[in-house]
């Protein structure tokens, strides 16, 4: 119960770096506001998942909707740390793994939104997992872990643009680093997979067409949330409503 508590208290948090690294906004300041008519937001319009359902996902002084990712992501930091409270302890690898789950969560929506993964997510992650191996005594296993499947995707996303792009490459470095080259080469191979199975019937219906922009980061960062929890579950409900979000 407290797990779940603060996990919705990440989220609300995890929402705010999902709209503003993007925009290049200032995390901190100012307050929470509302996007579209910028009145600030009291506390009474901030508590995760139940203001919005009280206020029937519109804003309380300008009535627009709000963007249902809020409480989307509220609800799916929520699953995510429940599934990590079912497999870490919180010590110190669990608390980096805890780190990375959320990370992978803001990347995975900003790409959706935005089609790019921003160095401003990944450098940090990258210094935070080489700390960490380093103090394991494991520094060179990290840098190997990250140059197979970074060189692989960076190489495809050199000859091959329009599919990947140099986020997904750096993204897969950074995760490497951390769960080493097989896990990561498994959730690249599980992201493949999950696109291909995803977006084909997007394709047969004539949703999409070959030209529109798909971004791979949020297939790859759910397939890397998969290795790292192991839980089939829990990636497949963090698919569904990215899809469910996606079709708003
Ligand atoms: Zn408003």
Redesign the pocket.
């Known amino acids: 119960m407290l797990y779940f508590i603060f996990a919705l208290i990440i989220g609300s948090f995890l929402n705010v770096l999902i709209h503003r690294i993007p925009r290049g906004e200032s995390i901190v300041f100012p307050p929470s506001h509302?996007p579209?008519?910028a009145?600030r937001l009291g506390v009474g319009d901030l508590i995760p998942v139940l203001s919005y359902i009280f206020l029937r996902g519109r804003?309380r002084?300008?009535h627009?909707r709000i963007n249902p990712r809020y409480v989307v992501v509220e609800v799916l930091t929520a699953l995510l740390t429940l599934g990590w409270a079912a497999k870490f302890q919180p010590d110190l690898s669990g608390v980096v793994h805890l780190v990375f789950l959320y990370l992978l969560l803001v990347i995975g929506f900003i790409d959706l939104e935005h089609q790019i993964i921003p160095n401003s997510l990944v450098l940090p992650a990258a210094v935070l997992f080489l700390l960490y191996r380093l103090y394991q005594g494991q520094l060179l296993e990290a840098f190997l872990g990250s140059l197979l499947p970074g060189g692989f995707l960076f190489a495809i996303a050199l000859f091959y643009p329009q599919g990947m792009g140099m986020g997904d490459a750096k993204l897969m470095a950074v995760a490497g680093a951390l769960l080493g080259w097989e896990k990561t080469v498994a959730a690249i191979f599980i992201g493949s997979c999950s696109g291909t199975v995803l977006l084909l019937p997007l394709l047969c219906l004539k949703k999409i067409n070959r030209k529109t922009p798909v971004p791979f980061g949020p297939f790859l960062a759910s397939a890397l949330i998969l290795v790292v929890l192991e839980s089939k579950v829990m990636a497949f409900l963090f698919r569904w409503c990215e899809y469910t979000f996606l079709s708003f």
């Open positions: 509302c579209l008519c009145h804003c002084y300008c627009h």
